[in-house]
């Protein structure tokens, strides 16, 4: 980043300063005598360094002392909240007439007089922009025409959302929230079985759909039983069978078109909601069971995007050039708050920001171990990398689960601008920690949020003690949800009778005051011997070992030793083993006994270092070629395991290693 290049640069020019150079006649003498080519060469380097220290980045001020990032809280034991406030009250809003996405949308259309606000562009072709203005009076359309449906604040109100991201998405979003309506963002990766129950658990009447195929889904989902669906919404062209397919269902299908059309020829004036009124059911992909539904205000969700505009202050000053790539699906809470946390505040609707989740982040690089010594190259190397992305990127922030400090670390340096690491879920709205500005270093998540304090609770079974700073991640403030809709047990897992969201994390405060992820409290099991177990951890350590892309750890308390499954890095794995002189095909390694006791003897040496204990370290393992992925339902959509599934995927396999084990 930026500015890490900076002060790197700045120790190196510290460094220069003390080197005990010649006095200056001796130097002249000593350059006369050089040959012209070298001179040539001097000259170069010379003109070379002069333009890099002219061009360079200046590093960013930081908001808060980086020493002590994090303060203890007067009123709560044991909880800390960011530093950027005055006083233990957290942050609920940013600006005073934006306390609801709907009037951060009307503060987006006043401040930008009227600028663009939503764009599309098909390939190799310029953005086609929409206004504020018209993105209004598209989205009061729709909103009259689903009262007009009989939709309403006071009984059907939820409405249901299953479209990839475009303008058209946010269109809708924004037409429930000017009339005080529930949105429920529905994505592919939830599988027809999980979107069905949604739909029935909400009872959804209307669904906004982006392509005939996801229309065809919802009617296949209520082929054989009781409905609730009565009106499907297409935004992409569809024949007449898909009419007549809905008419025998008893579903009405529309264009969206016709949509906004009815809600036009039915104008209603828009019905504002309150900070204290739903927007959102966002469900979350559990590993195990029917996915759950996050209930979310309004005032969730403006108080998580005012501490993201807090910490930012000053640091990321926007101009009418700047725009907001909607990259995560617009389903994740991540993309929803940063979306809203830029339209009320901004001379257009848009930011100069690009969120990713770690798996992403890791698309972008082509390479490992990449390291560069020479600090004007350095720059040059920011420079070449940023263009590949336009250009333009002033902030990233990577959120939903941990990215590897030398990842990180390489991408600041790489990209030249503010790249932060966050740190949340669904049920605190999106974030709970982030990093600071002017900290580049890495392998924490920053401090608390001004929105919300944090505290770490102890974990006796797995010696975790926030007397010793480490503790399952607790977070408290206006940003955390209500609960899970129609599931008050799970809702009771979740929060505590003080308000206080377990997040089922477990960290370490660092002695700066920012959070450290260390291990999962949840997935813990124990061994027939009655030692505990964390299998997250476990497959952390091990996921360092350079020929291993996945690996899902297993026991149970009917074992004494632990077994794992391992897919073998295709692209890395052939490099390792050829060390140790085996070749052949990508198959047929993973075939090979030889790989196999090769990998296993790598990701033991990781464990050791890393301080397993011997119970927890791996005794066998066997090798599989295919990845753990969403689409063969081993993953979530957030790319968390799924235990359940991959015990049931691999239970021979498991069954084979135990088999010949030798305890």
């Known amino acids: 980043m930026r500015s890490i290049a900076c002060?790197?640069?700045?120790?190196?020019?510290?460094?220069?300063?003390?080197?005990?150079?010649?006095?200056?006649?001796?130097?002249?003498?000593?350059?006369?005598?050089?040959?012209?080519?070298?001179?040539?060469?001097?000259?170069?380097?010379?003109?070379?360094?002069?333009?890099?220290l002219s061009t360079r980045p200046r590093a960013l001020e930081p908001p808060c002392d980086l020493t002590m990032q994090s303060v203890d809280m007067l009123g709560e034991e044991g909880a800390r909240r960011s530093a950027l406030n005055k006083s233990d009250e957290h942050m609920t809003y940013y600006h005073s007439d934006a306390k609801t996405i709907y009037e951060a949308f009307l503060r987006g259309l006043r401040v930008s007089n009227n600028g663009p606000c939503l764009g599309a562009r098909k390939p190799n072709r310029p953005y086609e922009w929409q206004?504020?203005?018209?993105?209004?009076?598209?989205?009061?359309?729709?909103?009259?025409?689903?009262?007009?449906?009989?939709?309403?604040?006071?009984?059907?109100k939820f409405i249901g959302i299953f479209a990839q991201n475009r303008p058209e998405w946010t269109i809708s979003e924004l037409a429930c929230y000017t009339y005080s309506l529930v949105a429920v963002p529905l994505y592919d990766t939830l599988g027809a079985e999980a979107i069905s129950y949604i739909i029935d658990k909400v009872s959804i009447s209307t669904v906004i759909c982006d392509v005939p195929e996801k229309a065809r889904m919802i009617l296949d989902c209520f082929a054989e039983k009781e409905?609730?669906?009565k009106t499907i919404v297409v935004m992409e062209p569809f024949d007449g069978e898909l009419v007549a397919r809905g008419q025998t269902c008893g579903v009405e299908v529309l264009s969206l078109k016709e949509f906004e059309d009815l809600g036009k020829a039915n104008y209603r004036d828009p019905m504002p909601p309150k900070a204290e009124d739903l927007a959102l059911i966002c469900f979350t992909s559990g590993t195990t069971g029917?996915?759950?539904?996050?209930?979310?205000?309004?005032?969730?969700?403006?108080?998580?995007?005012?501490?993201?505009?807090?910490?930012?202050?000053?640091?990321?000053?926007?101009?009418?050039?700047?725009?907001h790539i909607s990259f995560l699906p617009l389903a994740h809470m991540l993309e929803r708050v940063v979306q809203v946390c830029h339209a009320p505040s901004l001379t257009t609707p848009c930011a100069c920001v690009l969120c990713v989740?770690?798996?992403?982040?890791?698309?972008?690089?082509?390479?490992?171990?990449?390291?560069?010594?020479?600090?004007?190259?350095a720059h040059m190397l920011e420079r070449v990398v940023q263009a590949s992305l336009g250009g333009h990127v002033r902030l990233i922030l990577t959120g939903a689960a941990p990215v590897s400090p030398p990842v990180l670390t390489f991408l600041r340096v790489a990209l030249g601008c503010q790249f932060y690491e966050g740190y949340g879920q669904t049920e605190c709205t999106a974030g709970c920690s982030m990093s600071m500005p002017g900290d580049w270093t890495a392998g924490h998540v920053g401090p608390p949020l001004p929105c919300n304090a944090i505290k770490l609770v102890d974990v006796v079974d797995m010696n975790y003690l926030a007397a010793n700073n480490e503790g399952e991640v607790c977070v408290k403030g206006p940003n955390v949800f209500l609960g899970y809709l129609g599931n008050p047990e799970k809702t009771a897992e979740a929060i505590d009778k003080d308000g206080w969201l377990h997040t089922g994390d477990i960290g370490k405060w660092l002695p700066n005051g920012t959070l450290k992820i260390i291990d999962r409290k949840k997935h813990i099991f124990k061994l027939a011997q009655g030692e505990y177990i964390a299998p997250e951890k476990i497959e952390n350590i091990y996921n360092r070992s350079d020929p291993v892309a996945q690996i899902f750890v297993h026991g149970d308390s009917l074992q004494a030793c632990l077994v794992g499954i391992v897919v073998p890095d295709p692209d890395f794995l052939p490099i390792w083993i050829k060390k140790r002189g085996i070749n052949g095909s990508y198959l047929d390694m993973c075939k090979s006994n030889d790989v196999k006791n090769a990998i296993l003897e790598d990701i033991q040496k990781l464990g050791k270092e890393a301080g397993l204990k011997s119970f927890e370290q791996?005794?066998?393992?066997?090798?599989?070629p295919e990845m753990f992925s969403v689409q063969n339902g081993l993953l979530t959509p957030t790319l968390k395991a799924k235990r359940a599934e991959l015990l049931s995927h691999f239970r021979a396999q498991i069954d084979e290693l135990y088999a010949g084990v030798k305890v």
């Not at 992403?360 to 010594?373: F, I, P």
Request: net charge neutral; proline share 4%.
């Open 7 to 52: 002060s790197t640069a700045m120790q190196g020019q510290e460094v220069l300063r003390q080197l005990r150079l010649p006095e200056l006649d001796d130097l002249r003498q000593y350059i006369r005598g050089l040959p012209t080519n070298t001179l040539l060469g001097m000259g170069a380097i010379a003109a070379f360094t002069t333009y890099w």
């Open 131 to 156: 206004s504020y203005r018209e993105v209004a009076d598209r989205a009061e359309n729709v909103g009259s025409a689903l009262l007009h449906k009989g939709h309403a604040q006071s009984g059907d």
């Open 227 to 229: 409905r609730t669906v």
């Open 290 to 323: 029917n996915p759950k539904g996050a209930v979310l205000t309004h005032g969730n969700i403006i108080a998580n995007t005012a501490a993201f505009l807090k910490i930012t202050e000053g640091k990321m000053q926007a101009t009418s050039k700047d725009v």
């Open 357 to 377: 989740c770690p798996l992403q982040v890791h698309c972008m690089l082509d390479c490992r171990d990449v390291l560069v010594s020479y600090l004007p190259l």
């Open 618 to 624: 791996v005794r066998d393992i066997a090798l599989h």
